[in-house]
């Protein structure tokens, strides 16, 4: 017996299951399922995003519909029409083999008429947002007094939107013998209202804390000055060459300017906000799934509804005003157990909203130094030699090797490796070389995190005997390491605890750790010839000790190394700077939009001029930010 089958679901749902490919049910499946098929019970399920919750009220449900009435049976309630739509898609897979069973989406910006339609022509189970339903309630075209479950998903986030009169109006109208399950990530006072008004003696489930962040997900943070954002924004991207993330603004200016000044310098990116048309809203949506952009910057209420599994980073350009915020914005990233991070870029004067933050959340952060400009250097210089590496030969080049030949004649190996790197290395180097320091002074939190003690760390090849030290391993995400998997390694193969390692960056091809300078010799002495499935595995010191993603290494020995790598996207020469095909804008580029005249992926940190630099970044940064402070949780 499958642990599917083990939860109470019959045949025609487990074979749905086999053809999804689901093998393993989720903690809240396991917990909500057997609840829900037991018998007519209200429930409370907490969870954060990723975790499986529509299946988890998915498949109860439709077991307990009757496909021979056609009467609405089920309504389930989602804050958005991107959730909607995914929540019908996913419950029509779901009863792919159930006979007459019929799910149909209501949201705005469709037609109201076909909607209508569809639902008189037999639906059982309706997903809707609270807007599109009122109407459709209002106008008569929709029948929910009759529906035995209703289903508020992500219930916090339908309520932070100001859904709270609409969402108490459609279940007024609702038989009060129904069930009622309630899917939420936190349990603000709001939900617990909704709870207490229209639910009989509900049981409650938590998957993990309450209202606490996913254990999947590293939380970091960069202390820098006003003005210099949006510059260590850049830093942070061209750090992670592969980075494919959401940054939240707080307000639709700076997520229009902050998107528009990405797009400028080369970046893949689209703004997503309420001022964006339905039609913008799904093109730019459409181009991140497909990856065609890698930076989303997104107002808290346009990216409710984003279920996107493999977000590698949430970077908080700016913080929240409420703690419960910050929950569902670093809930978009480490999903589907998968590891994530989520950055945020803060000043000084606001690192006391981190500790209220750790509070509420139950996890601590770990305070970084934004990158220098070399350490990009070096990293981007390693993804590009990997690039190199992995590259396919088309088989056309032959016809023109001769000649090619002809021209590198007199180069020895090296020389032309030096050459070749330099192409794309010397734009790097020439746009960072003596940029200055972004992290602002006194940022360490003194008696927190000892991570603040990286001074240990020098370049004489000695080992240190305090502080923290910082090293490199030449294993990363090539090697199927995230940087869960890569501490849990480090930890057993070390036999030591679990808060020893730490700022653990794992790059494409290699990655680096740091631990207490205590642990150093052990550490040495251990990854002397250490071998993985016949492969050395190298652990050296970093001379760099940033901390921040990069570091030269001090020491000879160089074994397989690699760089940081990720999707290839091009970059040419543009009158000196990172350059290719000047981008072409197209109309809908200023709401967010954008338009490769090429047609080509471009990749992080492209583009730029060397009239733009950084200290022009973060004046535009700082001219934006002028918009008035509320007050709120913090």
Same mark, same amino acid.
């Given at each position: 017996?499958?642990?599917?089958?083990?939860?109470?679901?019959?045949?025609?749902?487990?074979?749905?299951?086999?053809?999804?490919?689901?093998?393993?049910?989720?903690?809240?499946?396991?917990?909500?399922?057997?609840?829900?098929?037991e018998?007519?019970?209200?429930?409370?399920?907490?969870?954060?995003?990723?975790t499986?919750?529509?299946?988890?009220?998915?498949?109860p449900?439709i077991q307990?519909?009757?496909?021979?009435?056609k009467?609405?049976q089920?309504?389930?309630?989602?804050?958005?029409?991107?959730?909607?739509?995914?929540?019908?898609?996913?419950?029509?897979?779901?009863?792919?083999?159930?006979?007459?069973?019929?799910v149909?989406?209501?949201?705005g910006?469709a037609?109201?008429?076909?909607?209508a339609?569809?639902?008189?022509?037999?639906?059982?189970?309706?997903?809707?947002?609270?807007?599109?339903?009122?109407?459709?309630?209002?106008?008569?075209?929709?029948?929910?007094s009759?529906?035995?479950?209703?289903?508020?998903?992500e219930?916090?986030?339908?309520?932070?939107?100001?859904?709270y009169?609409?969402?108490?109006e459609?279940?007024?109208?609702?038989?009060?013998?129904?069930?009622?399950?309630?899917?939420?990530?936190?349990?603000p006072?709001?939900?617990?209202?909704?709870a207490k008004?229209?639910?009989?003696?509900?049981?409650?489930?938590?998957?993990?804390?309450?209202?606490?962040?996913?254990s999947?997900?590293?939380?970091?943070?960069?202390?820098?000055?006003?003005r210099?954002?949006?510059?260590?924004?850049k830093?942070?991207?061209?750090?992670?060459?592969?980075?494919?993330?959401?940054i939240?603004?707080?307000?639709? &200016?700076?997520?229009?300017?902050?998107?528009?000044?990405?797009i400028?310098?080369g970046?893949?990116?689209?703004?997503?906000?309420?001022?964006?048309?339905?039609?913008?809203?799904?093109?730019v949506?459409?181009?991140?799934?497909?990856k065609?952009?890698?930076?989303?910057?997104?107002?808290?209420?346009?990216? &409710?509804?984003?279920?996107?599994?493999?977000?590698?980073?949430v970077?908080?350009?700016?913080?929240?005003?409420?703690?419960?915020?910050?929950?569902?914005r670093?809930?978009?990233?480490? &999903?589907?157990?998968?590891?994530g991070?989520?950055m945020?870029?803060?000043? &000084?004067?606001?690192l006391?909203?981190?500790?209220a933050?750790e509070?509420?959340?139950?996890?601590?952060f770990?305070?970084?130094?934004?990158p220098?400009?070399?350490?990009?250097?070096?990293?981007?210089?390693y993804h590009?030699?990997?690039?190199?590496?992995?590259t396919?030969?088309?088989?056309?080049?032959?016809?023109?090797?001769?000649?090619?030949t002809?021209v590198?004649?007199?180069?020895?190996?090296?020389?032309?490796?030096?050459?070749?790197?330099?192409v794309?290395f010397?734009?790097?180097?020439?746009?960072?070389?003596?940029?200055?320091?972004?992290?602002?002074s006194?940022?360490?939190?003194?008696?927190?995190?000892?991570?603040?003690?990286?001074r240990g760390n020098?370049n004489?090849?000695?080992?240190p005997t305090?502080?923290?030290?910082?090293?490199?391993?030449n294993?990363?995400?090539?090697?199927?390491?995230?940087?869960?998997?890569?501490?849990d390694?480090l930890r057993?193969?070390l036999e030591?605890?679990?808060?020893?390692?730490?700022?653990?960056?794992?790059?494409?091809?290699?990655s680096?750790?740091?631990?207490?300078?205590?642990?150093?010799?052990k550490?040495?002495?251990?990854?002397?010839?250490?071998?993985?499935?016949?492969?050395?595995?190298n652990?050296?010191?970093?001379?760099?000790?940033?901390?921040?993603?990069g570091?030269?290494?001090?020491?000879s020995?160089?074994?397989?190394r690699?760089?940081?790598?990720?999707?290839?996207?091009?970059?040419?020469?543009?009158?000196?700077g990172?350059?290719g095909?000047?981008?072409?804008?197209?109309?809908?580029?200023?709401k967010?939009?954008?338009k490769?005249d090429?047609?080509?992926?471009?990749?992080?940190g492209?583009?730029?001029?060397?009239?733009?630099?950084?200290s022009?970044?973060?004046s535009?940064?700082?001219?934006?930010?002028?918009?008035?402070?509320?007050?709120?949780?913090?």
């Open positions: 017996m499958t642990k599917f089958e083990a939860l109470g679901l019959k045949k025609t749902l487990l074979d749905a299951i086999v053809d999804m490919g689901f093998e393993t049910p989720s903690e809240v499946q396991e917990m909500a399922i057997p609840i829900l098929l018998g007519d019970t209200d429930l409370v399920a907490l969870a954060q995003t990723g499986g919750k529509t299946a988890a009220f998915g498949f449900l307990k519909i009757d496909a021979n009435s009467t609405t089920g309504l389930i309630l989602s804050p958005t029409r991107e959730l909607c739509m995914q929540i019908t898609n996913e419950m029509q897979a779901y009863s792919k083999y159930e006979r007459g069973i019929n149909v989406a209501v949201y910006g037609s109201i008429t076909d909607q339609r569809q639902i008189k022509r037999g639906a059982q189970i309706v997903v809707a947002t609270p807007g599109r339903m009122k109407d459709m309630m209002s106008r008569g075209l929709v029948d929910i009759k529906i035995d479950v209703c289903i508020l998903d219930a916090d986030e339908m309520l932070n939107m100001g859904f009169e609409d969402i108490k459609i279940l007024s109208d609702t038989p009060k013998e129904k069930n009622t399950w309630l899917f939420s990530a936190t349990m006072k709001e939900v617990a209202t909704i008004k229209f639910m009989r003696n509900p049981q409650e489930i938590t998957v993990g804390t309450k209202n606490s962040g996913a999947t997900v590293q939380h970091e943070y960069y202390v820098v000055g006003g210099d954002r949006y510059p260590a924004l830093r942070l991207a061209d750090t992670h060459p592969d980075i494919f993330s959401v939240f603004c707080r307000t639709k &200016r700076d997520t229009q300017k902050v998107a528009e000044s990405l400028e310098d970046y893949n990116a689209g703004a997503l906000h309420g001022d964006l048309s339905q039609n913008q809203r799904d093109l949506m459409n181009a991140f799934r497909k065609q952009i890698q930076m989303l910057v997104a107002t808290d209420v346009a990216a &409710r509804g984003i279920d996107v599994d493999d977000i590698t980073h970077i908080n350009y700016q913080l929240p005003d409420e703690i419960e915020t910050y929950t569902h670093s809930g978009r990233t480490g &999903r589907a157990g998968k590891s991070t989520s945020v870029i803060i000043t &000084r004067s606001e006391r909203k981190i500790k933050i509070n509420k959340i139950g996890q601590k770990i305070t970084k130094n934004i220098s400009g070399m350490e990009i250097c070096e990293i981007q210089l590009l030699a990997n690039k190199i590496k992995d396919e030969v088309n088989a056309q080049v032959e016809a023109y090797l001769p000649a090619i002809k590198f004649e007199g180069i020895d190996r090296d020389e032309l490796i030096k050459k070749v790197v330099s794309e010397t734009r790097f180097f020439n746009y960072y070389n003596k940029t200055k320091d972004l992290n602002a006194g940022s360490d939190r003194g008696d927190r995190d000892d991570r603040n003690s990286d020098n004489s090849g000695e080992i305090s502080g923290a030290v910082r090293y490199f391993i294993v990363g995400e090539k090697d199927d390491y995230d940087w869960m998997s890569l501490k390694f057993d193969t030591v605890g679990q808060d020893d390692i730490f700022k653990v960056d794992v790059k494409e091809s290699f680096f750790f740091n631990t207490d300078a205590s642990i150093t010799p550490i040495l002495e251990t990854f002397k010839d250490f071998k993985v499935e016949g492969r050395f595995v652990v050296e010191i970093s001379s760099n000790p940033g901390g921040g993603g570091g030269s290494r001090s020491g020995r160089d074994r397989n690699g760089g940081g790598g990720g999707r290839d996207r091009s970059r040419g020469g543009d009158s000196g990172y350059g095909k000047k981008r072409e804008r197209s109309s809908s580029s200023s967010g939009g954008f490769d090429s047609g080509s992926k471009r990749r992080s492209g583009n730029r001029s060397n009239s733009r630099s950084e022009k970044g973060g535009k940064e700082s001219s934006g930010g002028k918009s008035k402070r509320r007050s709120g949780f913090f």
